[in-house]
């Protein structure tokens, strides 16, 4: 195992990124009479956003996990405490219903973001905001891409958790979606909780081990 | 136009008993196919690897596997190497070997094990190798499993 | 469009029993694997007991035009009489339920319906089979059993959670066991956590290259085999797989009278659950019948109806096809139903076309485990021994 079990975090938990963003972002980018070409172009938009934000994200993991968190007995408990800590918050994230603020979801925030030209920079601009999106998964993947020590596979480890939560963006058009946002919201918390209790595992085998 | 689906839905469903049967009926002709397929091979993790070559050693003959490193993408840098111990006639209760599992004429590993009782110890000349992974007597020989690190300095 | 004839076995002997001859040549065919053994008076018995019991069980199902009470006959004879020559079958190997490092060194694991969830992603990517097991040689071998999951998928969906799943058949059973539940109202929301559980253990399978819900969760290991406990990690596995079959399949079926494990944890259920959409057996809801009342809706073990469902017209894509429902509604509007087809029309014939494959499936899965299994138990009374 390495750096692309961010494909398994992302995976776990990108439902319920799409279930709490999505609604309100793809309606406001999508409007009405739509081309599905445009549909395509929005939502590609929207997910390059999204990698722009984690791409950074995992380039400054990377850097602080190498030069500042040098790989010790010390720092192996460091980092199998804050995935017990970061792992019980994901599974308080599953069992509750957290009303957190999607940086996406502010019409006002967007639009003063993005300014007067609207039709590229709304999709471009919502998605690197859902990139930042605080959230125990999130804030869960930057403490194991930190323990990579390594810049590039912590990018990669970034790359492969966008993969993971974008898996649910992609067939959207066609999906039916909002018919079932609810059931991918439920999956996703599910998903959240087993994930935690695997990361709880590794947690407590890093730290006592 | 809902005329046009009926029959060929009655069919179908008509069809998926004759699926079933052919399913079980079948099943060793078309086991055997699937077989053939370029995935059906089980991974290097639980199969061992490939055989690199077998020798003899004393009253030991000494099978070497290919070392695994193997990872869902890429390679990893934790493996092992699995080397496989049978004895000329039977298995001897005592086997003290020299295992050099990359072919460099140097040893890498000596192994000790009691095939009595079950212990096996494992001195490392070489630190690529870390522990034993697995120890087990399996039929007619015996066979171990070796940690290995990926050398990544060359 | 309607076909005109009237394909009803209900209550009608004469079609009962011209329907009953391809099931008799079926049971005859299976039960004795074509070449029947009729050298001693327990093998003629065993097979004259299994044959009448299967060709008992389909009768009952077409003349009383009850489909679950006697499905679950069969499914619940299914889940013991493999369980019990499945564990016999291990202690004449290897002198016990367990499997040791020896075991998984020559990869001689069977292969279990459930493993082919994990495997798909890294077969994929890897191109190869993560399950220390046979490809092709011996009992449950890696490329039959994957077959076996393939055929029955086209042809029944999810219907072999409760037509063939040698595993259903004990939480169908506890499930049944009280006449009302304790508890009585359990959240449907959980019939989603399989899917979680499938994405999990198939992206975990994939990124540790082991079968994770085998190693971890399945609570069938109780009934099946498990591994020598010779470390903490797998003392701490058999804990868990203890009490995941002590809760899922025993106690909570018990008191709920639903399916726990099938309808909350199974991830072989939920990947199944997909096959049912593009499956050509539903279940259809009679509007112009239905009174709504709801029935159907608490009688589910797997959550499938709910009162949107039964709205729509149609169960949720959960849905086993065990025919609970269809025999609790009380104005007959609900139906076995073929996809592109009228819902309120030949119902009948749906049935028959339906039960056909998957009381077939039963029959298959079920019937040399219970001929074995009544060897064995007059060999234990004649002779005082199983083995």
Not at chain 2, 45 to 61: E, H, K, N
Not at chain 3, 196 to 222: E, G, H, Q
Not at chain 3, 337 to 356: A, Q
Request: aromatic share 12%.
């Amino acid at each position: 195992m390495g750096y692309y079990d961010g494909i398994l975090l992302g995976l776990s938990t990108g439902s319920v990124c799409l279930a709490y963003c999505g609604p309100v972002l793809i309606p406001y980018m999508l409007g009405e009479n739509n081309t599905i070409s445009r549909n395509y172009l929005d939502v590609s938009l929207f997910l390059a956003g999204r990698l722009a934000a984690y791409i950074a994200i995992g380039f400054i993991t990377g850097v602080l996990g190498k030069f500042l968190l040098q790989p010790s007995p010390l720092s192996s408990m460091i980092t199998g405490i804050s995935y017990i800590v970061l792992s019980l918050l994901l599974i308080l994230y599953g069992f509750y219903q957290f009303k957190e603020v999607c940086l996406g979801r502010s019409k006002s925030r967007m639009d003063s973001a993005s300014g007067k030209n609207k039709t590229i920079l709304v999709p471009l601009t919502g998605g690197i905001l859902t990139g930042l999106n605080i959230c125990p998964p999130f804030v869960l993947a930057i403490a194991k891409a930190a323990a990579l020590h390594n810049i590039t596979k912590s990018t990669v480890f970034f790359i492969l958790f966008f993969a993971g939560t974008s898996v649910f963006f992609i067939p959207l058009p066609f999906l039916g979606f909002f018919k079932r946002q609810q059931v991918l919201r439920t999956i996703g918390k599910f998903a959240a909780i087993l994930s935690g209790v695997v990361y709880l595992y590794k947690g407590i085998m890093i730290t006592f081990n | 136009m809902k005329h046009l689906t009926v029959i060929p839905a009655y069919i179908w469903a008509f069809s998926c008993t004759l699926i079933i049967l052919f399913t079980f009926m079948g099943n060793p002709f078309l086991a055997k196919k699937l077989a053939t397929l370029p995935f059906m091979k089980v991974n290097p993790v639980f199969s061992g690897g490939d055989i690199t070559r077998s020798y003899s050693q004393d009253s030991l003959v000494i099978t070497v596997y290919k070392p695994v490193f193997e990872s869902l993408i890429g390679s990893s840098n934790h493996g092992f190497v699995q080397v496989k111990l049978a004895g000329v006639n039977q298995l001897p209760q005592i086997i003290h070997c020299t295992i050099d599992y990359d072919a460099d004429s140097k040893a890498d590993f000596c192994l000790n094990i009691n095939t009595a009782s079950n212990e096996t110890k494992l001195e490392s000349l070489n630190p690529l190798v870390t522990a034993i992974n697995v120890s087990s007597r399996v039929k007619n020989y015996w066979v171990v499993r070796v940690n290995l690190e990926k050398n990544t300095r060359r | 469009m309607e076909i005109k004839s009237d394909y009803s076995t209900t209550g009608n002997l004469r079609k009962t029993l011209l329907m009953m001859i391809p099931m008799l040549l079926l049971t005859f065919l299976f039960i004795s694997g074509g070449k029947p053994d009729f050298s001693n008076k327990v093998n003629v018995f065993a097979f004259l007991l299994t044959f009448l019991f299967f060709n008992w069980l389909f009768f009952m199902i077409l003349f009383t035009g009850k489909t679950n009470r006697y499905r679950k006959t069969g499914f619940i004879v299914l889940a013991l009489f493999f369980s019990f020559t499945f564990i016999l079958n291990l202690i004449q190997m290897r002198g016990s339920m367990t499997f040791s490092d020896n075991n998984l060194l020559s990869c001689e694991i069977p292969f279990c319906h459930i493993v082919s969830t994990m495997v798909i992603i890294p077969a994929v990517v890897t191109k190869t089979i993560i399950f220390p097991g046979r490809i092709n040689e011996g009992f449950a071998s890696i490329s039959s059993m994957l077959v076996i999951i393939t055929g029955i998928s086209v042809a029944v969906g999810r219907g072999f959670c409760s037509w063939g799943c040698f595993y259903g058949g004990w939480d169908d059973g506890c499930s049944g066991i009280l006449a009302k539940p304790l508890i009585k109202k359990v959240n449907p929301v959980f019939k989603w956590m399989p899917f979680a559980v499938l994405l999990i253990v198939a992206l975990s399978a994939a990124v540790t290259l082991s079968p994770t819900y085998c190693m971890w969760l399945c609570p069938f290991k109780t009934i099946t085999e498990y591994q020598k406990v010779t470390n903490l990690e797998v003392l701490f596995q058999t804990i868990i797989f203890l009490i995941l079959f002590a809760g899922l399949v025993l106690v909570l079926p018990i008191l709920t009278k639903k399916r726990i494990q099938c309808a909350t944890f199974c991830p072989m259920g939920a990947l199944l659950s997909f096959t049912n959409k593009v499956n050509i057996f539903g279940l259809g809801i009679d509007k112009d019948k239905c009174n709504n009342c709801l029935n159907c809706t608490k009688v589910c073990p797997t959550f499938s109806i709910t009162a949107k469902d039964v709205e729509k017209g149609k169960s949720d894509f959960t849905c086993t096809k065990c025919g609970k429902c269809i025999d609790a509604c009380s104005k007959k509007a609900i139906h076995y139903h073929i996809k592109g087809t009228p819902v309120n029309k030949n119902h009948s014939l749906n049935r028959i076309l339906f039960l056909m494959p998957s009381f077939t499936l039963l029959l298959i899965f079920t019937g040399r485990p219970l001929l074995n299994g009544i060897e064995l138990i007059i060999k234990l009374i004649t002779t005082g021994s199983l083995i």
